[in-house]
C-alpha cells in the first residue's frame, strides 16, 4: 500500500511537471506570435466578402452586430477603438453611421486609411428618406446585389494590395476564386427568376432596391418615410400591394413592425423573414430568389 501511495504521489507530482514545463512552452511561444493587422468594416457582409480575399492576413472587425438596425446605430466605445487600432477602415458607402464617425476616427488616428468600397457602383436614389424628410438620398443597401458585391470585392482588393503589397499573389487569386463564385450565383438567380421578369415583391423596408434592379422585379415599399404608417396611408399602402400582384411580403428583424402582421394577412401574401445584413450573405441572397420564385 505504501508503495502504490508514493506511486501515485510521483505521478502527481510528474503530470504538474508536465503542464508546468507545457505552459511555459505556450508562454514562450505567445511572446512571438505577432498579431495580425486589423481592417474594420461597417456591416458582416463586408466582412464575408473581405475575408475571402484576405484569409488569415488580416483580422477583420465590424462595427454593426447582429441584429443592430444601421438606420438607428451608436457605435460603442469598443468599435470606436477598433478603428482608431486599426490600418484601415473599409466604408460600405452612405450609411448613417458612417458619416458620424468616420472624421472623429481619423482625428484620433491620422494614419487611418479609408476607402470607400462604393466606388464606382451607380446608386439608386428615391427609396430612402434622409432624417430632413428629403427623398433624393441614394439608398445604401449596396450589398444586395450579386453584380455589386463583384464591385465591391473589386475595391476591397485594390485596397488590401496597397496595404499589404507583398502579398498581392494571394490576394488577387483570392479574389479571382471569390469573383469565379459570386458569377456563378449571378447566373443561377438570373436563371431561377427569368420567368419572374416584370413581377413585384413587397418589403417592409426598402432594402432590395438592387436586387429588384438585377433581375428586372418591381419592389413595393410598404414604410413610410423611415415609420409606422399613418393610417390616411394604411389603405393606400395595402391597395398598391394589392394592385402590384405580389405573392411574397419580406420582413427584417431590424425593422420590426405591429403592422406586419396585420397588412400581411390583409393581403393575403406569404411573409418571408430575411436578413440581408448577415454574415451568410449568400444564403441570404439565395433564400431570398428561392422565395420570389417559389411564389
Known sequence: ???????????????LLVVAIAAMVLTAC????????????????????LEKIVGDNFEVS??????????????????????????AYFCIGYIGFEYAIVDKAHANNPNLKIY??????????????????????????LWTSVPNAIAISRNMLDAVIELDPDHADVYKENYNK???????????????????RGTAFIVWHPSLSYFARDYGLQ???LEYEGKEIPIDKLKENIDAARASG???????????????????????????????LSYDWETEMINIANAIASN
Open 62 to 87: 465590424c462595427m454593426l452586430n447582429e441584429g443592430n438596425n444601421p438606420e438607428a446605430y451608436e457605435p460603442s466605445l469598443t468599435h470606436l477603438m477598433n478603428i482608431e487600432h486599426s490600418a
Open 246 to 276: 405580389a405573392t411574397v411580403l419580406f420582413v427584417q428583424r431590424e425593422f420590426d413592425s405591429r403592422q406586419v402582421e396585420t397588412i400581411g394577412g390583409e393581403l393575403g401574401v406569404k411573409m418571408v423573414k430575411i436578413n440581408p
Open 116 to 141: 470607400d468600397n462604393s466606388r464606382g457602383i451607380e446608386v439608386i436614389k428615391g427609396t430612402h428618406f434622409s432624417p430632413e424628410g428629403k427623398h433624393d438620398e441614394a439608398d445604401p443597401h
Open 1 to 15: 500500500m505504501l508503495r502504490v501511495f508514493f506511486m501515485r504521489k510521483e505521478f502527481y507530482i510528474l503530470s
Open 178 to 196: 471569390f469573383k469565379s463564385e459570386l458569377e456563378t450565383l449571378d447566373a443561377r438567380i438570373n436563371e431561377q427568376l427569368a420567368a419572374k
Open 30 to 49: 505567445g511572446g512571438q506570435v505577432k498579431h495580425r493587422p486589423m481592417i474594420t468594416v461597417s456591416i458582416l457582409p463586408q466582412k464575408f466578402m
Open 219 to 221: 419592389q413595393v415599399c
